[in-house]
Every structure is written in structure tokens, then in C-alpha cells.
């Protein structure tokens, strides 16, 4: 049995309706989709594989949520440094930064080089919104994460791929793969091309918009805010 | 070692200094808080000790907290059910409900009633803000903290007790004693006096910012957004 699945028209839908009717903040759910990441690299790269943890973040919600999920590694006990080229003038998104400056969280220039110094990388660059094609600086961006042999978990989307067919066909990202995956509420269209670790993260999703949006909530044991559930060739 | 506490001046002080320096929003501060008090509940009171949680939310940020944490136990696969007799119409105060009855999570009206079928409550009524008389309709809820046989989990301080002084000497609350605790960001000076499970949430709090406020960041572990701390005559 296939996963299901939600488009990215969908998950626009999905989002927007959290934070109107749902009555979310994105304050608030930005807050628990960034702590799932954080817990999902804890499970994957625990402390003693190494500290260092680089969190390259777009400038949209998955930036958002890679913020996040850095100062709560911070709090874990890893060493995060963060590559945000393209900081929003968002006030959300300056005052995430804003919590990382406070923790003396350093802020980096220089990807290619920043990669050579690190244990573990979080791939926050774009999400569900992505579509088209990779802006500058992001181009090198992608090379270092397709090139690179550290393990990448990448937030919501391999960033690069389109979100309903996957990789792209030739060009940049056409080689990425990262080691592991959170989608963020439900799984996008892609994850049929993924073939590693996937997890799923955002527990908040109530019953009835689950059933509205055609997926099912899955079975987060104990207060994990992340399930694995499989590569996506499996059953959810 | 005593503990080092923060007297309810510090605390106010703290609070507005993260949401203004800080750079943390209200809604970030609540969810985690909100959070950490739900990991506590499902530590002292596993599923299989009974899935009903009353959870007891007074008009300012207390309740707010409460709000949260009954959102959260229900996705642990509790059944929460609320007292919530002064709603606040601010606007987060009316979301978090809001949230609540998306989940079909249930309101009650009569607490000593409500107390009759559930399986361990939180008091979430006051926190560190609370000074002077406990006013209606609460005098009856905490008589019904006083005298009921479940367990109780109090957020920042035991609904009544005087911030710094602990519990009232004669009338509504002096027999008040909760089984367990959770101090938010740090125990405030009441916890002298609680001689019970004593735990701390809250894993936000920057190096500098305790450092500032002459306390220490507790010693969290692994992904918990509490730590157990023993009881008011122990070291941190």
C-alpha cells in the first residue's frame, strides 16, 4: 500500500486553514514542526556521533523551521552553526534568528567551507513552496549537499526536488539524496522517490482536518513528536 | 544547598525580558511551557494509570499553560477535560480553547463535580502572579484540591499558596499539599515549603539570561522539556 499523500496545493490548503480556523499561530506551529526536526536529528545523530550540527535555512517557512530545530539542539547539547543568506525581513523570522544571536549560535557566510567543519547537516532550505528553479546562492548549496559523504536530514523536501515528481532530471540536485526526511504533518508527493529513512514530524494535526485532507494522523508513540514510518516504497 | 529560587518580582522580570530582548513571542514561550508540564504529566501518570486528566485553568497565563498541555495530552492519547470558568478574551487565551474544541475535548462547568470521574488532575489556576485572595469561583476548587484522593499536578506554584511565603496559614488552600510540581524557567521561593515530586520546565532558557537572574539552566537530559529535581529541602 502506497502512502498517502498531500500535494503541494494541498498542504497550502492544510497550512492556511491551521491558522484561520484552526486558530494556530504560526508562532506556534513553526515552534512544534522545528522541535520534530530537532528531535529527529537526535535520533539519527546522537550526541556522541558528534556536535556539530549545520543548519542551512531558505528564506521561507523551512528556514523558519530550521531555525527552530537549532536552538533546541542547542538546548540538547549540540554545536549548531547556521548558513541564512537570505534573511527575511519577516518579524517572526528575525526573532528566531534574534534567539539563536542570544545563544551565541554562530551564523556562517561560507557554505562549501562550513561543511568541511561539521558532524551532521539539516538541509532547511525549501519546502513545500518550492517550485522552479534554484536561486542564487542556493546553486552551491545544493552541489555541497549532493557532494558531500556527512549524513543530511532534510526538512519537509530534498531541497531542489519538485514536490510532486521528485529530483530533478538533470542539473542541480539530480544527484541528491539525502539520509533522512521529515515530512512535516504529511508526506509530499516526492517521497515516493526517497528511498532512505523517513519520518514524520508536526503533532498537532486533530482528527477531522486529517480526515478532511484524506490522510491519517500517525502512531507517534510516547511523546515523540516525530514517527519513522519507512522509506517510500512502504505502508505509512 | 538550598535552591536558588526567583521571587515573583525576578520572574515578571524574566518573562517580559524574553518577550522584549528576548525576542520570544507569547505564543512560542506558552506552547513550550505548556509542553513541558504535559511531559510531566505523562511521567507521574503513564496511560496506563487512567487516561482522564481534568485540567483546571484559571483567567491569565497559568491557564494559558494549562490550555497547552491538555492539547498535548491529548495527543499522547489522553482524554483531557477543562474547567475553565473565566475566559480571558485575549486573543491567545480564545485560540488555545479554540484548539481544544477542534479535538472535541470536553469543558465541564462544575469542578467538584468533574473531579468525580477523572483519573489525576493538573492545577493550572495560578502561577507566579498570584497574590492576595483566591476570588470566585475558585475558593470551591480548591477546597476540591484539598480534599480529593487523585494525584495533582500543580504549574509554578499550588493554586493559593503565596509566591513567597508557601502555603496560607488557616482558610483556602492551608491544607492544600499537590503531589507534584513543575516550576516553570525556575522554582520560585513557595517551593521551600512543597514537600512533594518536584520538577522544572521550560528548556529556553539562554546561559546568559539564568547567569543574569543569579540561577542556573537545570540539567536537562536527552529530549525532555522537564527535569526532576527532588523537593525543596534538596539540591538542585
Same mark, same amino acid.
Not at 28 to 57: D, F, T, W
Given at each position: 500500500?502506497?502512502?498517502?499523500?498531500?500535494? #503541494?496545493?494541498?498542504?497550502?490548503?492544510?497550512?492556511?486553514?491551521?491558522?484561520?480556523?484552526?486558530? $494556530?499561530?504560526?508562532?506556534?506551529?513553526?515552534?512544534?514542526?522545528?522541535?520534530?526536526?530537532?528531535?529527529?536529528?537526535?535520533?539519527?545523530?546522537?550526541?556522541?556521533?558528534?556536535?556539530?550540527?549545520?543548519?542551512?535555512?531558505?528564506?521561507?517557512?523551512?528556514?523558519?523551521?530550521?531555525?527552530?530545530? #537549532?536552538?533546541?539542539?542547542?538546548? @540538547?547539547? @549540540?554545536?549548531?552553526?547556521?548558513? @541564512?543568506?537570505?534573511?527575511?525581513?519577516?518579524?517572526? @523570522?528575525?526573532?528566531?534568528?534574534?534567539?539563536?544571536?542570544?545563544?551565541?549560535?554562530?551564523?556562517?557566510?561560507? $557554505?562549501?567551507?562550513?561543511?568541511?567543519?561539521?558532524?551532521?547537516?539539516?538541509? #532547511?532550505?525549501?519546502?513545500?513552496?518550492?517550485?522552479?528553479? =534554484?536561486?542564487?546562492?542556493?546553486?552551491?548549496?545544493?552541489?555541497?549537499?549532493?557532494?558531500?559523504?556527512? *549524513?543530511?536530514?532534510?526538512?519537509? #523536501?530534498?531541497?531542489?526536488?519538485?514536490?510532486?515528481?521528485?529530483?530533478?532530471?538533470?542539473?542541480?540536485?539530480?544527484?541528491?539524496?539525502?539520509?533522512?526526511?521529515? /515530512?512535516?504533518?504529511?508526506?509530499? *508527493?516526492?517521497?515516493?522517490? $526517497?528511498?532512505?529513512?523517513?519520518?514524520?514530524?508536526?503533532?498537532?494535526?486533530? *482528527? /477531522?482536518?486529517? &480526515?478532511?485532507?484524506? $490522510?491519517? =494522523?500517525?502512531?507517534?508513540?510516547?511523546?515523540?513528536?516525530?514517527? &519513522?514510518?519507512?522509506?517510500?516504497? &512502504?505502508?505509512?
Amino acid at each position: 500500500m502506497a502512502f498517502k499523500t498531500l500535494s #503541494a496545493k494541498a498542504a497550502a490548503a492544510l497550512d492556511q486553514e491551521l491558522m484561520s480556523t484552526g486558530a $494556530f499561530s504560526i508562532d506556534q506551529l513553526m515552534e512544534l514542526a522545528g522541535l520534530s526536526v530537532s528531535q529527529v536529528v537526535y535520533r539519527v545523530h546522537p550526541l556522541n556521533k558528534g556536535k556539530r550540527i549545520l543548519v542551512a535555512c531558505g528564506p521561507g517557512n523551512n528556514g523558519g523551521d530550521g531555525l527552530v530545530a #537549532a536552538r533546541h539542539l542547542f538546548h @540538547y547539547g @549540540y554545536q549548531p552553526s547556521i548558513y @541564512y543568506p537570505k534573511r527575511s525581513k519577516n518579524d517572526l @523570522y528575525q526573532r528566531l534568528a534574534k534567539q539563536l544571536e542570544d545563544l551565541k549560535v554562530p551564523f556562517v557566510d561560507d $557554505f562549501p567551507s562550513a561543511v568541511k567543519s561539521t558532524d551532521h547537516i539539516v538541509d #532547511a532550505v525549501f519546502g513545500f513552496r518550492f517550485s522552479g528553479e =534554484v536561486r542564487e546562492p542556493f546553486p552551491a548549496v545544493i552541489k555541497a549537499l549532493e557532494e558531500t559523504k556527512l *549524513p543530511v536530514t532534510a526538512v519537509d #523536501a530534498p531541497s531542489s526536488w519538485n514536490i510532486e515528481d521528485g529530483p530533478p532530471v538533470s542539473g542541480v540536485g539530480s544527484k541528491y539524496n539525502p539520509d533522512f526526511l521529515i /515530512s512535516l504533518t504529511a508526506p509530499k *508527493p516526492l517521497v515516493k522517490h $526517497f528511498k532512505s529513512r523517513h519520518f514524520i514530524g508536526g503533532r498537532f494535526v486533530s *482528527p /477531522s482536518i486529517a &480526515e478532511k485532507y484524506d $490522510f491519517e =494522523v500517525p502512531d507517534y508513540q510516547g511523546l515523540d513528536q516525530f514517527v &519513522e514510518v519507512g522509506n517510500g516504497t &512502504e505502508k505509512l
